[in-house]
């Protein structure tokens, strides 16, 4: 007697830890409560069994309506018998289900199932806390006894821990979906920002640009991208990457002029750690950019040691951290950008020739803003609608006539000292409509274009000169390529004088 009640016992012990070995496997919540319901079933030898959860925001429990199905059934959890074990937390049998005051007769009309018998646990969590319910119905022959609740209860209990691991794995799954999504979006609005259509400008010049970046879009030819301060070399740089297909790649700037000596080789190959006391391994500019793209900028002014060692990584695709010991092989593509005329350099000894042509496979050159001044009042309105897109506050425009001012300004700083113009504009307005009037006194200079004072008869002494000091500045500026101290000696003035009159105008260092 006793040995067949034991190997009962044992029998039931291998058939749970069977079933818990299936539902600890399971990682979706809705094959998880059929495949529980299914085991439930066939343990209890009875018809029919479900997992209700308990939505605790809506107090409600709630079920798939059969196997297989994807309807969900819910009903307040202060009701029925499976909510009245989630209440009380105690099991509840019941042999008649029809002479139970607790008992939904709605359900049954709703599936066309007849419930004679029921039988119904609390599923509780490892804190303790219920989580919902399991309920069998009819048992196949007579009612359901205290074994059956034993068994339930069992059953019940490991429930919980599948349950809770399934909604976990499904919250974390949807997380992460929605991460996904929100990264592919992100991604999108990147690529849309930088790529061409950030390049603004209808006008031959700008064209040709934008015409060049999509001819080698799907090209990984190094290039090299020329052109004043404030002219776009980085805009266009980045629209060559984003447009390419290393676009979802990293994108690695790095300025070569501010990098001191002592810090060149450690910034672009990386250092081993413990070269000297207390140095922590660092990875280079050139390795995070592997299987991306380098921009190089400033490119001039790497000393000629960084631009043999650079040319040997372009050559052999391998480089060697500071104090390494192996060859590290990398893939990177490069675009460098430069104010200096190489080919002079290339002349004085102080740019290398043969990196001169490997980063030359292309060449873009930007044109300065007063080659291109057709394309001022687009790229100022373009600021403008920038700059109230960001601000969030009410739309501004120009007024015409200051927009013609702004096209026949002079731009040493070209793109970048028309766009920080606008945006202090913008920020200075007190009315939607900027005009001449928010201009501060007589800037921002004219251009060459510009009538010569003595054509403007209406214009005070005190204006005609400031436009006129407003021009001389500009165009030396423009000359000596923004080198303030010759600029300031062609001027006759001292370089602080020269510095003092720029900010007065606004002429963007
Ligand atoms: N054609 C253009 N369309 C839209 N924005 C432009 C254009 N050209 C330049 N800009 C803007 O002007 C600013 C300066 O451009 P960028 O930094 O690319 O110039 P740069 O040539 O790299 O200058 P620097 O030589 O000083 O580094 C940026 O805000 C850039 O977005
Ligand atoms: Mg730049």
Redesign the pocket.
């Known amino acids: 007697m006793a040995t067949s009640s034991q190997s009962g016992l044992h029998e039931k012990l291998a058939a749970i830890l069977g079933i818990c070995q299936k539902m600890n496997s399971e990682r979706d919540l809705g094959a998880l409560l059929d495949l529980m319901a299914r085991e439930a079933t066939n343990f209890l030898d009875c018809d029919r069994a479900s997992i209700f959860l308990l939505d605790r925001e809506r107090n409600e429990l709630w079920s798939k309506v059969a196997l297989g199905s994807d309807e969900i059934l819910r009903f307040d959890a202060r009701f029925g018998i499976a909510g009245q074990a989630v209440l009380t937390g105690n099991p509840v049998n019941v042999p008649d289900a029809y002479s139970h005051p607790q008992f939904y007769t709605a359900i049954d009309g709703r599936t066309g199932y007849r419930t004679r018998n029921v039988l119904a646990v609390a599923v509780r969590n490892q804190k303790g806390q219920i989580i919902g319910a399991f309920e069998a119905l009819n048992k196949r022959i007579g009612a359901f006894g205290p074994r059956d609740e034993e068994a339930l209860a069992a059953l019940a209990s490991h429930a919980a821990i599948a349950i809770e691991t399934a909604q976990l794995i499904g919250e974390l799954r949807r997380n992460q979906d929605e991460l996904a999504q929100q990264n592919a979006n992100l991604w999108r609005e990147v690529e849309s920002k930088y790529s061409t259509h ?4 209808t006008g031959p010049k ?1 064209q040709q640009v934008v015409r060049l970046v999509e001819r080698i879009r799907d090209s990984l030819v190094n290039v090299l991208i020329t ?1 004043e ?8 740089a980045k629209a060559v990457h984003y447009t390419s297909p290393r676009a979802r790649r990293s994108f690695v700037a790095l300025n070569c002029a501010a990098l001191p000596d002592t810090l060149v080789e450690s910034e672009l190959f990386g250092i081993e750690k413990g070269v000297a006391t207390g140095v922590q391994s660092r990875v280079g500019h050139i390795e995070k950019a592997d299987g991306g793209t380098l921009f190089l ?1 400033e490119i001039a002014d790497l000393s000629l040691a960084a631009q043999a060692k650079i040319l040997r990584v372009l050559q052999e695709r391998v480089l060697e951290r500071v104090g390494g010991r192996s060859p590290i092989s990398v893939d990177v593509r490069v675009l460098a ?1 430069t ?1 200096k005329d190489l080919e002079a350099e290339i002349v004085k000894g102080t740019f290398r020739e043969d990196l001169y042509y490997r980063i030359k496979v292309v060449h873009i050159h ?1 044109p300065p803003l007063r080659e291109i001044r057709g ?1 001022i009042p687009l ?1 100022a309105n ?1 600021f403008l609608k920038e700059y109230c897109r960001e601000a969030g506050g009410q739309p501004m425009e120009f007024s015409p006539a200051l927009v013609r001012r702004l096209a026949v300004a002079a731009w040493p700083g070209n ?2 000292q028309l ?1 920080n113009e606008v945006m202090r504009l913008a920020a200075c307005a007190r009315q939607p409509v900027i005009t001449e009037d928010d201009l501060p006194e007589g800037a921002p200079a004219p251009g060459r274009e510009s009538p010569p004072a003595t054509a403007a008869p209406r214009q005070s002494l005190k204006r005609a000169v400031a436009e006129l000091e407003m021009r001389m500045i500009a165009e030396t500026l423009a000359a000596t390529r923004n080198n303030q101290q010759q600029a300031a000696r062609l001027l006759g003035l001292s370089r602080q004088g020269l510095i003092n009159k720029m900010k007065r105008y606004s002429i963007v260092e």
Do not use: F
């Open positions: 950030g390049i603004i400008g700008i052109g301060s404030g002219t776009g070399k980085e805009l266009v900028d950008a104010n930007m394309e790229l373009h793109v970048r766009r």
